[in-house]
């Protein structure tokens, strides 16, 4: 599939400024250091901004600004970054399936899936499950009875979807990923061993949500675990039952919700951060890598825990060995300041 | 499927008192704050006690005690949570597929699988592989050859359990988790490269066994990786080639054994808590979140590691930067204290 | 399938000096403590060799110095720990698969794939992938577009390869990981939502490359994710967009590179060591389990990070709880310092 534009459609796309001919041809999307001959490139961090005069892109995406120091083809945004993610799709060689339903998937006969859907190879679609327009699922993929996918949901290969999960329009699932499965639930049976609690909650997923690979979902106990609008989540991520992520949240690789946790919108948890069960977190937060909330977070900001230094391993050694000390030189450290005149 | 049955039958099964009337029709199962007409509810956090007066649930399941103070239909049991869980089961919206093998699925010639087995679409079954009474495999599970799943074994799909895995009755295994996959075992070659050593040991599971989604159990360099029986495993486990895991234990997400680690009985895991490779763990101990147990525990108990404590990331930085100075602190603290009279 | 050898043969194999009968039979390997008759063993860390006196092995694979106290037959290498590794793949019961493709995989016709390739059931091989000699892909598994698999690469059950992953040859991939999803890229769009940044890079692992179960390894966002030759990487590890991982290294479980970080030749990261995004870690450096790499490495070396130290709960609360004082400490410190004469 050749990929080919005129600079005017981008900049037309785009709402760019064009400085240059909107004849030019672009065929290809580069960094402003290995865009060649046909490409376009874009410059966001200003650390780069050394690479412009080297630069040997057909144009570059450029805030007014830098385009005023730069004598080559331009579109002119006030966020390039932004102006290249839009473009990002154009460009994008994942392949675009046809619709129709491959012969081998298992559609069962009360599914309703419409006509402009596709459905890959040994695909399984079970009962009373719901597949609105525009709808792509890959190969050997599951969507378990009476769950539903709104518009335009992409569901990449082997992905599991369970019973009774529903989601909005536009929702990416990448590879390897499990929606529904039974939150982590037992009572102790009084005999030293667990009797389980059957998990008979489902999911709702909102609109514009992406989930990355291998990443978990768990259904709820007694009513749904709840994904907001526009939530992006990385890979390895784990979401408890009754889990609840407010819209627009990004959830990084690892980080995790345990049962009943609660976060709000516009938050943020990078790498492995993650909230003990039960506890809530308002909007606006940030939790920086590895950080575990241990208690209600009411005000927005940006939250750490974990002391944590880089260091060579001897060193480190003799200061780690000291934190069974810390209690102990904090009150002898309050000793000798009593002392003192 | 209807779920209706009368609160009489309910109270049978539970072995609980009943204060109403056994006609009374129940259909669901609900949370005390969120139960209507025709559901029943329970009551075990004494700190929901308040919600009692409001609740519209057509009948509570409680304590003798709870009991006094409230008019409606219950059913009276020592432990109201364990009585929930035990019910939980017959409002499991969970489709019971009925038997038989789909067209689709690949049976080896020399598998033995029983006649009132469920295979779903795609599940494939390896040669000399063992399916017991009552097993369900969903769509896309792979069960390689030689393995053993006991009776009423319950594998959801895109499972994958390599050869020579044994498991006993009533195991449950989410979606994408991987059984008997290769332990992590290479040798340094010399040359700055490794060896790869080959798994030839492989993976026993017990009877009443439950494992979450994409959670790993690698099989054994040599002899078996062992999981113990009534273990219940969470998503994103990682259990290492030769480690062995004690009846009844409990492991929550990402927590992990290294190789050959071992954790009694009756222990419990929770969120990343970890056992670093060759170490040996006593029954009755819990590891609370995030702990890396870096050395054998032969003391039941509760044991943490890991530093931290919750706060705004630039208070929180200030503390961090003093931890490689911990050790010139304790320094400097003993020496001021030699000085005083 | 009957495994049978000469210790002959295996001493001719293994290069090894032979001191017994090259006629015995050896029909398994097994460790010291648990061989029997007909079984090779080894003898590689020290404090096992009290078990050679009592050891029913046929034979043992031992030093020249361990072997002039062992009177049975054994063979003497310098390093008997990977002339193990050397001769496992003997004995490894994994089931290996006449080549062939089964009648359910779905072989797009514009695939290239060699006559000696073997593809399990479900196979899914999309247009313009390559297959070359002596590839096997096991059931359930998917092959997207134009990649390329390298000879004799070995696919494990419900593995997920995108479009455009180029291997080498020798590359092992086991159950449930993913490789060439999305990158987490997205660009805020100035509303508090995000703008999907389409991922166009593809992803290049090298020869001799073992990748464990339920990893992940995301595609670039305009260049490639490189992973080099004979790299090792253990289950449940994350590698991000455009991130690189040098000649030889090794991963260990939850190890995790975020994204366009860089890691030389030759290291280690323990379990789940990191590094954070866009920084470079030099050759020859060790993580310990957990560290977090928050900046560059430029000297080979051990490192980590994180205080941390095994106490019981009750005793480590009293120390954590001091963790916000460590600057107001290491201050009032100074201080009374500042006060001696």
Redesign the interface.
Known sequence: MSRDYSLGEIAAHLHAELRGSPETRITG???LK?ASEGQIAFLSNPKYASQLSDCNAEAVILTAAQADTFSGSCLILE?P??G???L??W?????QQACGI?G?A?VHASAMVRDDVYL???V?I??GAVLASGCRV???S?I???SVLGENCHI?????I???VHMGDHV?I?????IG??G???????T?????????GGVEIGN?V?I?????I?RGA??NTIIGN?V?I???V?I?HNAEVG??T?M???A?L?GSAKIGA?CTLA??A?L?GHITVCDNV?L????????N?TEP???????????????????????????S??R??KA??K??P
Chains 1, 2, 3 share one sequence.
């Not at 460009?91 to 392949?95: E, N, R, V």
């Not at 990355?212 to 978990?216: D, F, Q, R, S, V």
């Open positions: 999307l580069n960094s290995n966020n970054y932004l290249y993610a839009q990002s799709g460009f994008d060689p994942a392949p491959h081998s298992a890959g190879p040994n399984v079970e009962a890959e190969a050997n599951f378990g009875a009476r990449s290969p082997n992905v599991s369970y019973h009774d990416r990448h590879s390897g990923s499990v499965a039974d982590f639930g037992f009572a102790p049976d009084g030293g061993g667990y009797q389980k609690i059957h998990q008979i514009n992406e990355g690979a291998c990443t978990t768990d007694l009513e526009g992006i990385d890979n390895h784990q408890g819209d627009n990004a990084a690789a690892y995790g345990a516009n790498g492995s993650c003990v940030v920086t890598a590895r950080t575990m909330a241990t208690k977070i900001g940006i939250y750490s825990s974990s002391v944590t230094s880089l260091l060579p391993s001897l060193e480190w050694r003799k200061n780690a060995a000291r934190m069974p000390q810390l209690d030189m904090a002898r450290l000798l300041e002392k003192q």
